[in-house]
């Protein structure tokens, strides 16, 4: 057995072997079931404990035959919710919310949520949302969430509704909320798709623990990871490292290539405990730069050169979008009906094989095109409401992605293979089975996941390659403010953050307006909106950009060439700076002074050249003052030069400004 030396987190900090006996620490007690903090949540005792709005009532409706909430609108302006105080919630855990709910008639959507209500002035200041529209017999709902540091300075609440404006009638059973069962989140975060090249041998690992363990403990805990390498079950190599702000950095130099496991146990060395194990694959290679990856600085290589991802969503890849798009500054498309795609533009699935979706691969890549195949719709209907199965005669979910990524990923047109658009933490182990799956098909081509809730990250890190986020701030005429980017962001950054502050991250920008959803009160983006969202996603560390959607252009009170024209001007913004997110180079130095609002502002250096980019988050007046050792001008006049190296930003509500020489 050969010992192998450790890299501190962040840094070569220090050398120390593997020794440690931890064999023999002992394995945790079986933990308690966890309680319900939802008083008579399924509804035995009938109202006990709960505030019922006018429609609401208990009775044998419930799951099961026992009783259950029924509620019924007929007045669709009757906004009525069903409510109760919410007690026990302590800070820094991390809790589930859990419902059923049955539904009648189609289209009404039901949520379960709990709100949080500042007890200085009683006033609503954040809360945590589960709906479904599903009519299946019971419609099982949960979330995740974490409580804050001062989760006591806030009244909590769990509650029940039917959408506004709509009527109908819904049931409702089995409401809790409990402390979420302590679990060990660990992924490999670099190098991508869970290798490791024979030379240096390193990788990085993420370790967060999600909610809380409970052992006996003498003293905090001192968390360690024991990482042993398997080959046909034999421990090849061993290694023992400390985890430092949810990090660990492992060196296996010299491992002879193949496909192995790392064998993963958590440790308490101050309390002497085995916390928790598992197993993640690790796939041993020599150095080669073919394929597509995300190198250490987050950067996408396609083939062993840079590669910035500027793309698009669109439903089906026909002719007629690849003519207006052959010619604009986007390089990559995301097709929602990829498995449907076939040279007279998508039908029915029966038809569709992998000769007709290699045709179109065969135009978008003479254009010049790169492909994100989606594979989000092959999982069973357990999953999806609606899955695109059976495809080509298979049934089964893995038979078809088996199919279809075997089939495809020599094509020179693939980037990346799309395995979850927004899909649900309680599915996350169908989701950790399929990255794993079409990484060991195609260890060339990583998977991308998108998630439009912060929570399900953690829990779900080790089911992709590359992380995707798609908050949308315009959700209305009165949106002024992108503050769920801000918030999106950090919490990616907290999770997926690798080599101290880098991000395997694409985003997924908004440039629809809601109105295409069925929502009048939406509206259309403007131009430099557009430009500022997606300034501030790359100001946070984004290195790919695939927006959404080009089906709805021309959608929501905007004719399609006003709002191709918005679209455009976006692209062009970003590739302009598509050598300065690509560049390796320091970072020039720079000073922000805020003076007003929210702003944000990162520099970027191709050669002499400078950009730095400078987004106001809104609502209200943005203005900050910027030092740099630079001759800058404004790019689109947000920027005056306040004094030599000196220059003052001002903006309304969401804002942007790019400063270059």
């Not at 600085?297 to 669109?314: A, H, I, S």
């Not at 990484?439 to 990583?446: A, F, G, I, K, T």
């Not at 009048?520 to 403007?526: A, D, K, L, Q, T």
């Not at 790359?538 to 290195?543: L, R, S």
Request: charged residues 25%.
């Amino acid at each position: 057995m050969q010992r192998f030396l450790l890299i501190l987190t962040g840094i070569l900090a220090g050398l120390i072997l593997y020794g440690e006996d931890w064999h023999d620490y002992p394995e945790l007690p079986v933990a308690p079931e966890p309680v319900n903090l939802v008083r008579n949540g399924g509804f035995e005792n009938g109202g006990d404990g709960w505030q019922l709005g006018s429609g609401f009532a208990v009775d044998s409706y419930g799951r099961g035959g026992g009783n259950g909430l029924r509620y019924e609108r007929r007045d669709p302006a009757d906004y009525q919710v069903a409510t109760q105080e919410l007690t026990g919630l302590r800070p820094n855990i991390q809790y589930t919310l859990q419902g059923a709910v049955q539904i009648a008639p189609a289209n009404a959507e039901a949520s379960i949520y709990v709100e949080a209500y500042r007890k200085s002035d009683g006033k609503y200041d954040h809360g945590f949302y589960v709906s479904t529209k599903a009519l299946a017999d019971w419609n099982p709902l949960e979330i995740g969430f974490d409580t804050p540091a001062d989760a006591g300075a806030y009244h909590w609440r769990v509650g029940m509704y039917l959408a506004r404006e709509q009527t109908g009638s819904l049931l409702f059973d089995e409401i809790s909320v409990t402390e979420t069962r302590p679990e060990w989140s660990v992924a490999q975060l670099f190098p991508m798709l869970e290798r490791i090249d024979t030379s240096a041998g390193e990788l990085e690992l993420a370790s967060s623990v999600l909610g809380e363990f409970r052992y006996p403990q003498k003293s905090p805990p001192v968390w360690r990871v024991a990482a042993e390498v398997l080959a046909d079950g034999r421990v090849e190599a061993e290694a023992l490292a400390p985890v430092a702000a949810e990090r660990l950095r492992l060196a296996f130099p010299g491992l002879v290539p193949g496909e192995k496991t790392l064998r993963v146990t958590l440790l308490d060395t101050a309390n002497r405990y085995r916390v928790a194990s598992a197993e993640l694959p690790l796939r041993v290679r020599e150095n080669s730069t073919a394929g597509v990856t995300i190198d250490e600085y987050g950067r996408t290589l396609v083939d062993g050169k840079p590669f910035l991802p500027l793309g698009l969503y669109l439903n089906y890849p026909m002719k007629s979008e690849l003519a207006r798009l052959k010619n604009s500054p986007f390089n990559v498309i995301m097709p929602y009906a990829s498995v449907r795609m076939r040279p007279d533009g998508g039908g029915e699935l029966a038809a569709a094989n992998l000769n007709d979706i290699c045709a179109v691969l065969d135009w978008w890549h003479e254009a010049g095109f790169k492909v994100i195949f989606s594979l989000k719709d092959l999982y069973p209907a357990t999953v999806l409401a609606a899955p695109y199965l059976p495809w080509a005669d298979c049934t089964d979910d893995n038979e078809a992605v088996t199919l279809l990524v075997q089939g495809l990923k020599g094509h020179p047109a693939i980037l990346a293979w799309y395995i979850c658009d927004e899909m649900s933490v309680r599915h996350k182990d169908r989701l950790l089975d399929r990255r794993r799956l079409v990484n060991s098909l195609d260890p060339e081509h990583p998977t991308w996941a998108v998630f439009m809730e912060t929570n399900i990250i953690a829990p779900t890190r080790g089911g992709y390659d590359i992380l995707g986020v798609d908050p949308y701030p315009i959700r209305s005429g009165s949106s002024d403010n992108m503050r769920t980017i801000v918030d999106f962001m950090v919490r990616s950054r907290e999770r997926m953050r690798f080599h101290g502050d880098r991000l395997a991250m694409w985003t997924v920008p908004q440039i629809f307006g809601y109105q295409a959803y069925g929502r009048p009160e939406g509206r259309v983006p403007s131009a430099d909106e557009m430009i500022a969202m997606t300034l501030l996603e790359a100001i946070f560390g984004a290195k790919g950009f695939v927006f959404y959607a080009d089906m709805d252009i021309g959608k929501g009170g905007v004719g399609f060439d006003e709002h191709w024209a918005r679209v455009l001007r976006l692209g062009e913004v970003m590739k302009e700076l598509e050598p300065f997110l690509l560049s390796i180079e320091a970072e020039p130095e720079f000073k922000l002074e805020v003076l007003s609002g929210e702003v944000y502002a990162r520099a970027f250096r191709d050669g002499e050249r400078i950009r730095l980019l400078l987004t106001g988050v809104g609502p209200g007046t943005a203005k900050a003052i910027i030092r740099i050792d630079a001759e800058l001008t404004s790019r689109h006049g947000s920027t005056r030069q306040a004094a030599p190296g000196v220059y003052e930003f001002t903006g309304e509500n969401i804002c942007f400004d790019i400063l270059g020489n």
